[in-house]
């Protein structure tokens, strides 16, 4: 549930984007005797048998039901027809072709056929240039770092998947969020009568500084019998470059403050398990209407913070902050 309002003052630190490059790779042509053409020739030949023989190899491997590519265990009815362990279940042992009882017959042939082959991996055409065994390929593909992210929208389940460009397009044009540039931020939170609602999302904000994109999460929950607020950002990113990244968050009021400082999460982490693992600024309701002043009966929590890049000190090895100018 989205609620009310947020108020933003713009930060004046901008960053420029970075370019992105796309390189050509030009084969020159070369001249070759006459003699050597028969025996390029017949490596063309060779290497198109091959394309087709693997092909041939993947239609073979391909299950019937769900299309993907099979690994051992692989199964089979018995007229032959072959299908994964993991679409076994779902047919409730009876042949998805010929709808004969399955039972639990092996094709021991196919599988010796998928551990001898080796596949580069379905993120090719994302990047990915690795090369695996046939029964080893899902297992790096689960870990990819060039998988597509999920949608890190917390305000609704979004099924979108895609690259952190396509994203953060999806995120200003279909989900209307906040996007602003600077390292630095200062929002104010609006809720009337706080004290009905127990679990409310706020609007998603996105910054973008130092080339890369950061989201701002602001959520009211239950922690055990405790209502609480809880403010945490998340890295567009993998967590290997998360970690080049630090950030803090201080929300405060009538002379008195809280301050957040930590590295921000992978949106690789949904954004329910970096709240449920209280990895940020948490503020108990009492508190955080404390802060919001008056009669306390009106959320008005202002939250400000920044995000600075650290930079390795190469002769002694410390971290030095990198802020934006």
């Given at each position: 549930?989205?609620?009310?309002?947020i108020?933003?003052?713009?930060?004046?630190?901008?960053?420029?984007?970075?370019?992105?490059?796309?390189?050509?790779h030009?084969?020159?042509?070369?001249?070759?005797?006459?003699?050597?053409?028969?025996?390029?020739?017949?490596?063309?030949?060779?290497t198109?048998?091959?394309?087709?023989?693997?092909?041939?190899?993947?239609?073979?491997?391909?299950?019937?039901?769900?299309?993907?590519?099979?690994?051992?265990?692989?199964?089979?009815?018995?007229?032959?027809?072959?299908?994964?362990?993991?679409?076994?279940?779902?047919v409730?042992?009876?042949?998805?072709?010929?709808?004969?009882?399955?039972?639990?017959?092996?094709?021991?042939a196919?599988?010796?056929?998928?551990?001898?082959?080796e596949?580069?991996?379905?993120?090719?055409?994302?990047?990915?240039?690795?090369?695996?065994?046939?029964?080893?390929k899902?297992?790096?593909?689960?870990?990819?770092?060039?998988?597509?992210?999920?949608?890190?929208?917390?305000g609704?389940?979004?099924?979108?998947?895609?690259?952190?460009?396509f994203?953060?397009?999806?995120?200003?044009?279909?989900?209307?969020?906040d996007?602003?540039?600077?390292?630095?931020?200062?929002h104010?939170?609006?809720?009337?009568?706080?004290?009905?609602?127990?679990?409310?999302?706020?609007?998603l904000t996105?910054?973008?500084?130092?080339?890369?994109?950061?989201?701002?999460?602001?959520?009211?929950?239950?922690?055990?019998m405790?209502?609480?607020?809880?403010?945490?950002l998340?890295?567009?990113?993998?967590?290997?470059?998360?970690?080049?990244y630090s950030?803090?968050?201080?929300?405060?009021?009538?002379?008195?403050?809280?301050?957040?400082e930590?590295?921000?999460?992978?949106?690789?982490?949904?954004?329910?398990?970096?709240?449920?693992?209280?990895?940020?600024?948490?503020?108990?309701?009492?508190?955080?209407?404390?802060f919001?002043?008056g009669?306390?009966?009106?959320?008005?929590?202002r939250?400000?913070?920044?995000?600075?890049?650290?930079?390795?000190?190469?002769?002694?090895?410390?971290?030095?902050?990198?802020l934006?100018?």
């Amino acid at each position: 549930m989205e609620l009310d309002s947020i108020e933003c003052v713009p930060s004046l630190d901008l960053t420029d984007e970075d370019g992105i490059h796309r390189h050509l790779h030009h084969f020159p042509s070369v001249s070759k005797p006459h003699t050597t053409t028969t025996t390029t020739t017949n490596t063309n030949t060779n290497t198109v048998a091959s394309a087709f023989h693997t092909t041939s190899v993947h239609e073979l491997l391909e299950c019937p039901v769900c299309t993907n590519s099979m690994h051992p265990p692989i199964h089979q009815c018995h007229n032959g027809h072959t299908l994964c362990s993991t679409c076994k279940t779902r047919v409730h042992n009876r042949c998805p072709t010929c709808r004969q009882e399955l039972g639990d017959i092996r094709c021991l042939a196919l599988e010796k056929v998928a551990e001898s082959l080796e596949l580069p991996c379905k993120y090719m055409s994302l990047g990915c240039p690795e090369i695996f065994p046939y029964y080893s390929k899902l297992k790096h593909e689960n870990l990819c770092n060039f998988r597509p992210y999920n949608c890190p929208y917390a305000g609704s389940e979004c099924a979108i998947v895609g690259d952190i460009p396509f994203l953060v397009t999806h995120l200003r044009d279909d989900h209307k969020v906040d996007m602003h540039s600077g390292c630095t931020f200062n929002h104010r939170y609006v809720k009337s009568n706080p004290r009905e609602v127990e679990n409310a999302t706020w609007m998603l904000t996105v910054f973008h500084c130092f080339g890369q994109y950061f989201c701002l999460h602001f959520e009211a929950f239950q922690l055990g019998m405790a209502p609480v607020y809880m403010a945490f950002l998340r890295f567009m990113g993998d967590e290997t470059e998360a970690r080049n990244y630090s950030y803090s968050l201080e929300v405060g009021g009538n002379g008195r403050k809280l301050i957040w400082e930590g590295m921000p999460r992978s949106v690789r982490d949904s954004h329910r398990k970096v709240r449920d693992s209280h990895d940020g600024l948490i503020i108990q309701r009492n508190m955080a209407l404390f802060f919001s002043g008056g009669d306390r009966k009106e959320l008005k929590l202002r939250v400000t913070g920044r995000i600075w890049k650290e930079q390795q000190n190469l002769e002694g090895g410390a971290c030095i902050p990198n802020l934006c100018s």
